[in-house]
């Protein structure tokens, strides 16, 4: 099946993030104590990175601590169900949330009758990266390489059903490669074994990955957004080179 290039950048096109919390808690006067805000992945992510500015400036402006509490794993289900079956908190939710909907079974809530969405904070734009061993400048000499080396080209994520995930998954569909999809518990995980060579491509938040691909730690093949993204004003669109 291919994906015409306007859909994949529709479900691909970044990581939005907002601030959800338990219905039961939402008629309550809040917040009169010290507030969890819980994160579904590890420290150093764009979801994590996002919170910990959203928190910040809760605590400034309530004069009430946020305080951070990372339950990674399950593409963010842990922290969602924690979140359900807790005293009131916060949870930092990402687009990755409405995708276990689907991805997963049996799950012990329900995300739309469970949680009440408060705001949207943050759009997070995704960055197609390879480690500098790749021997590819551009997305088409990405996928040339990935036709002639089926199944030897390891895609890291942050987890099964995240958003990354998915627009990785779409890349295969679309270009026609095997990639093995090789799922982490988050961010930073993944980012160790992509900047050691264990990992050969990634689809991941601009927040985490700017500074290794200044450093050229990483290569950006390209971004997913519709248009090019001010920081990183060389590197084209996913689209380019479909």
Same mark, same amino acid.
């Given at each position: 099946?291919?994906?015409?290039?306007?859909?994949?950048?529709?479900?691909?096109?970044?990581?939005?993030?907002?601030?959800?919390?338990?219905?039961?808690?939402?008629?309550?006067?809040?917040?009169?104590?010290?507030?969890?805000?819980?994160?579904?992945?590890?420290?150093?992510?764009?979801?994590?990175?996002?919170?910990?500015?959203?928190?910040?400036?809760?605590?400034?402006?309530?004069?009430?601590?946020?305080?951070?509490?990372?339950?990674?794993?399950?593409?963010?289900?842990?922290?969602?169900?924690?979140?359900?079956?807790?005293?009131?908190?916060?949870?930092?939710?990402?687009?990755?949330?409405?995708?276990?909907?689907?991805?997963?079974?049996?799950?012990?809530?329900?995300?739309?009758?469970?949680?009440?969405? #408060?705001?949207? $904070?943050? &759009?997070? @734009? =995704?960055?197609?990266? !390879?480690?500098?061993?790749?021997?590819?400048?551009?997305?088409?000499?990405?996928?040339?390489?990935?036709?002639?080396?089926?199944?030897?080209?390891?895609?890291?994520?942050?987890?099964?059903?995240?958003?990354?995930?998915?627009?990785?998954?779409?890349?295969?569909?679309?270009?026609?490669?095997?990639?093995?999809?090789?799922?982490?518990?988050?961010?930073?995980?993944?980012?160790?074994?992509?900047?050691?060579?264990?990992?050969?491509?990634?689809?991941?938040?601009?927040?985490?990955?700017?500074?290794?691909?200044?450093?050229?730690?990483?290569?950006?093949?390209? #971004?997913?957004? $519709?248009? &090019?993204? @001010? =920081?990183?004003?060389? !590197?084209?669109?996913?689209?380019?080179?479909?």
């Amino acid at each position: 099946m291919k994906l015409p290039r306007r859909r994949f950048l529709h479900l691909a096109a970044g990581a939005a993030a907002l601030l959800a919390i338990t219905r039961i808690a939402s008629g309550q006067g809040y917040p009169t104590r010290p507030v969890r805000l819980i994160v579904g992945f590890t420290p150093g992510g764009p979801t994590d990175i996002a919170a910990r500015l959203i928190a910040q400036w809760l605590s400034e402006r309530f004069g009430q601590p946020f305080v951070i509490e990372n339950r990674p794993g399950a593409g963010s289900n842990i922290a969602t169900e924690a979140v359900v079956n807790s005293q009131p908190a916060l949870l930092m939710v990402s687009t990755s949330a409405a995708v276990s909907a689907t991805f997963y079974h049996n799950l012990n809530f329900n995300l739309i009758r469970d949680i009440a969405p #408060v705001a949207g $904070v943050v &759009r997070v @734009p =995704l960055v197609m990266v !390879v480690n500098p061993s790749v021997p590819t400048q551009t997305v088409p000499e990405f996928i040339a390489y990935a036709k002639a080396n089926p199944g030897k080209i390891n895609m890291a994520s942050v987890g099964n059903g995240t958003t990354p995930h998915m627009a990785g998954e779409l890349f295969k569909m679309m270009a026609g490669v095997d990639m093995l999809h090789v799922p982490y518990r988050g961010a930073a995980p993944a980012l160790t074994d992509l900047l050691g060579g264990r990992a050969q491509v990634m689809f991941e938040g601009m927040l985490s990955l700017t500074e290794h691909i200044r450093t050229g730690r990483l290569r950006a093949l390209a #971004v997913t957004p $519709v248009t &090019r993204s @001010p =920081l990183l004003p060389d !590197v084209g669109q996913t689209q380019r080179g479909d």
